[in-house]
């Protein structure tokens, strides 16, 4: 139990961590994007008031003036050539300022979508937009994201009001989108964390199981040797006593039904040598036995069998008839009165290249909803049961047999019906035929 409760706190200091490094990595990048968004603001508003400056209308007129003067002056050899000078240097001057608002302001900057609109909301200019999205809806768009900037154009004489809408550029948009990248790697490692943890859990308990059921094995090695022996020495002892004979034997059977049990313990958890057989004998053998044991459970079950002797598939024996004996002892155990139309039909059949083995009972019926917990370990419905008959035969018939084992069909109060399903061993049938 401590173990447990310490495994639960392991993960949810994990779980705790890794939403901590979300919620924080979410918070920077929008710190990282509200700053790269002043950062385009600022941009934006120095290229809108690079368009307001240069407009003016004093900046042409002077240029003007001076083209006009300096051709008036050049027609005349008595003019100095330093007043010419100082004309081209301005002239120069006003060049270098187109040069720096076009160039190096304007152009490209961050690569910023960004439109500029008139008084009546006609564009009459945009840079990194492409000319087929131009519309009202992407200037409503553009409004949404960012409030307008205001430029004025003219002089006193005649001004003109012009609007520069901008979006956000794709470092933005990248960002954006990068929370969402973040949380989808965070939950997929999450959930490969969560597997890795209940594979390595389910290894361990599965490595107990298998060491706690060869030490049972091995344990009851022992004792059964001494049992063989004591059972000698009494007939021995009672040698010619039909009775005594007669109860040796069944004692000798059961000892031998239990170093059979011992064995098939001791291959939990190796590799299983699957052998060809024919089902049909070992179906019988496994009856025989439950049907000896029904008159001590006191019951009155009629135990039909309709099945092929002749149907072969390779399986291993004793953990074969381990899985039937369960299923059977199920059956029988959901079988609540001892009323004369109370039955447990075995029958096979064969679909194709599939051996069906067909567990029938009359029984109290199993809800829907539990015909897949069943085989889970640690279900059971029976107040004294333990969960582990249906799981570990489910275990023998899939994992060990390449099988599937399940409830065919089920009605409360009318009986259950679990349905193995084997591959037939065709080519010793073909030999054998």
Same mark, same amino acid.
């Given at each position: 139990?401590?173990?447990?409760?310490?495994?639960n706190?392991?993960?949810?200091?994990?779980?705790?961590?890794?939403?901590c490094?979300?919620?924080?990595?979410?918070?920077?990048?929008?710190?990282?994007?509200n700053?790269?968004?002043e950062?385009?603001?600022?941009?934006?508003?120095?290229?809108?008031?690079?368009?307001?400056?240069?407009g003016?209308?004093?900046h042409?007129?002077?240029?003007?003036?001076?083209?006009?003067?300096?051709?008036?002056?050049?027609?005349?050899?008595?003019?100095?050539?330093s007043?010419?000078d100082?004309?081209?240097?301005?002239?120069a001057?006003?060049?270098?300022q187109n040069?720096v608002?076009?160039?190096?302001?304007?152009?490209?900057r961050?690569k910023?979508?960004?439109?500029? $609109?008139?008084?009546?909301?006609?564009? /009459?200019?945009?840079r990194?937009?492409?000319? *087929?999205?131009?519309n009202?809806? %992407?200037? &409503?768009?553009?409004?949404?994201?960012?409030?307008?900037?205001?430029?004025?154009?003219?002089?006193?004489?005649?001004?003109?009001?012009?609007?520069?809408?901008?979006?956000?550029?794709?470092?933005?948009?990248?960002?954006?989108?990068?929370?969402?990248?973040?949380?989808?790697?965070?939950?997929?490692?999450?959930?490969?964390?969560?597997?890795?943890?209940?594979?390595?859990?389910?290894a361990?308990?599965?490595?107990?199981?298998?060491?706690?059921?060869?030490?049972?094995?091995?344990?009851?090695?022992?004792?059964?040797?001494?049992?063989?022996?004591?059972?000698?020495?009494?007939?021995?002892?009672?040698?010619?006593?039909?009775?005594?004979?007669?109860?040796?034997n069944?004692?000798?059977?059961?000892?031998?039904?239990?170093?059979? $049990?011992?064995?098939?313990?001791?291959? /939990?958890?190796?590799?299983?040598?699957?052998? *060809?057989?024919?089902?049909?004998? %070992?179906? &019988?053998q496994?009856?025989?036995?439950?049907?000896?044991?029904?008159?001590?459970?006191?019951?009155?079950v009629?135990?039909?069998?309709?099945?092929d002797?002749?149907?072969?598939?390779?399986?291993?024996?004793?953990?074969?008839?381990?899985?039937?004996?369960?299923?059977l002892k199920?059956?029988?155990?959901?079988?609540?009165?001892?009323s004369?139309?109370?039955?447990?039909e075995?029958?096979?059949?064969?679909?194709?290249?599939?051996?069906?083995?067909?567990?029938?009972?009359?029984?109290?019926?199993?809800?829907?909803?539990y015909?897949?917990?069943?085989?889970?370990?640690?279900?059971?419905?029976?107040?004294?049961?333990?969960?582990?008959?249906?799981?570990?035969?489910?275990?023998?018939?899939?994992?060990?047999?390449?099988?599937k $084992?399940?409830?065919?069909?089920?009605?409360?109060?009318?009986?259950?019906?679990?349905?193995?399903?084997?591959?037939?061993? %065709?080519?010793?049938?073909?030999?054998?035929?």
């Amino acid at each position: 139990m401590k173990q447990l409760l310490t495994s639960n706190r392991i993960n949810i200091v994990l779980i705790g961590l890794l939403i901590c490094l979300g919620i924080g990595s979410f918070a920077y990048n929008q710190y990282l994007v509200n700053r790269v968004l002043e950062q385009e603001r600022l941009s934006v508003e120095l290229w809108a008031r690079a368009i307001e400056y240069t407009g003016r209308p004093f900046h042409n007129e002077i240029s003007q003036n001076l083209l006009t003067v300096m051709n008036e002056l050049q027609r005349y050899s008595a003019v100095p050539d330093s007043l010419l000078d100082l004309i081209e240097e301005a002239e120069a001057d006003r060049a270098s300022q187109n040069f720096v608002a076009s160039e190096l302001i304007i152009k490209d900057r961050f690569k910023i979508p960004s439109i500029i $609109v008139d008084g009546q909301g006609e564009i /009459i200019f945009h840079r990194n937009v492409d000319e *087929s999205s131009l519309n009202r809806d %992407l200037i &409503d768009r553009f409004k949404r994201m960012n409030p307008p900037i205001v430029v004025e154009l003219g002089g006193e004489s005649y001004s003109q009001t012009q609007y520069v809408y901008y979006g956000e550029s794709p470092t933005v948009q990248m960002l954006r989108y990068f929370p969402y990248i973040q949380f989808t790697l965070l939950a997929l490692l999450l959930g490969i964390a969560y597997v890795s943890y209940r594979t390595i859990t389910r290894a361990e308990q599965s490595n107990l199981w298998v060491g706690m059921t060869k030490e049972a094995a091995h344990q009851l090695g022992t004792p059964l040797s001494s049992l063989y022996g004591w059972v000698e020495l009494l007939r021995d002892e009672k040698e010619g006593d039909d009775f005594t004979e007669r109860i040796c034997n069944e004692l000798e059977k059961d000892i031998t039904r239990l170093r059979g $049990v011992a064995e098939r313990f001791n291959k /939990i958890g190796s590799e299983p040598e699957l052998t *060809s057989n024919r089902i049909g004998p %070992l179906l &019988d053998q496994v009856i025989d036995y439950m049907e000896q044991r029904l008159p001590q459970l006191g019951k009155n079950v009629d135990v039909r069998r309709n099945f092929d002797r002749n149907l072969r598939a390779k399986v291993n024996t004793e953990l074969f008839q381990w899985a039937l004996e369960n299923l059977l002892k199920n059956a029988m155990d959901a079988i609540k009165t001892s009323s004369n139309d109370a039955f447990v039909e075995v029958s096979t059949k064969r679909i194709e290249n599939d051996l069906m083995i067909d567990i029938e009972d009359s029984g109290v019926g199993i809800e829907k909803s539990y015909h897949q917990e069943i085989f889970k370990p640690g279900f059971s419905t029976k107040q004294r049961g333990w969960g582990l008959g249906l799981s570990l035969t489910n275990r023998i018939i899939e994992n060990y047999h390449k099988g599937k $084992v399940f409830v065919l069909n089920s009605e409360e109060g009318k009986g259950t019906t679990i349905r193995i399903v084997l591959k037939l061993d %065709l080519e010793e049938e073909e030999e054998a035929q």
